[in-house]
């Protein structure tokens, strides 16, 4: 079984600041792991995914995160937020065998302040 | 817009009920996922379906059910409804049956049990 946490369940940030959202993962089967996106009264949209090879993966609207696999962490960074980035950021995983499912964290509210 | 859509957006109705909320994926796509999302339980993997058959199931009550019809698009039964039932039911859809595939979201039903 797999579990996502994300270690915030709010962000606050003053805009054009650097932001990282952060998650850890348990899995006893090798992943693939998403971020993804809501904005008030939305569905969820894939911000990027790491599937394999390099370990710095880069998604839409300037964010990037990076995989380590020995702290079984993928951390959501982005170097400079604007107003129009406020949104929860949803982490997940899904295992790369078995049950096709993807297993999220709690979400991160990301909040930027003029 | 993901390309997947969600009828109806909003129901309300009262415990004991019964009702169905219809999903149509993404032109071309042949898998369609359900995942509630509620405040304590947060996304929950519910079911997926694949051209048809059920692959995969999650955290889905008994008294839920769901199917996908041959012109793809699929349907969620959620029977005896309970107070514990509102939340926003989310449907995805890919193009295949693989682990790699980005699953695209629809906007969401949110139900309210009364």
């Known amino acids: 079984a797999q579990s996502v946490t994300q270690l915030d369940s709010q962000v606050p940030v003053f805009e054009e600041a650097p932001v990282e959202l952060r998650c850890n993962y348990s899995s006893s089967v090798s992943v693939y792991l998403f971020w993804y996106v809501q904005y008030p009264n939305q569905g969820l949209q894939l911000l990027l995914k790491?599937?394999?090879?390099?370990?710095l993966v880069k998604g839409i609207n300037g964010f990037e995160a990076e995989f380590n696999k020995s702290q079984t962490s993928f951390h959501l960074r982005k170097p400079s937020v604007h107003i129009s980035d406020t949104a929860e950021y949803f982490c997940?995983?899904?295992?790369?065998?078995?049950?096709?499912?993807?297993?999220f964290g709690q979400g991160t509210r990301l909040t930027i302040n003029p | 817009d993901s390309g997947v859509t969600q009828t109806p957006k909003h129901l309300i109705t009262a415990t004991g009920q019964r009702v169905t909320l219809r999903c149509s994926p993404r032109s071309g796509d042949l898998s369609v996922y359900w995942y509630q999302q509620s405040l304590d339980q947060g996304l929950q993997f519910l079911i997926h379906y694949y051209n048809g058959e059920e692959r995969a199931k999650g955290n889905i009550l008994e008294r839920f059910s769901a199917q996908q019809f041959p012109d793809l698009h699929s349907e969620l039964n959620l029977s005896s409804l309970e107070l514990g039932d509102s939340a926003l039911y989310f449907c995805?859809?890919?193009?295949?049956?693989?682990?790699?595939?980005?699953?695209?979201f629809g906007p969401g039903t949110r139900l309210t049990v009364l």
């Open positions: 997940a995983v899904s295992a790369i065998q078995g049950a096709q499912k993807l297993v």
């Open positions: 790491y599937l394999s090879g390099s370990t």
């Open positions: 995805a859809s890919s193009q295949l049956d693989s682990h790699t595939d980005t699953q695209y």
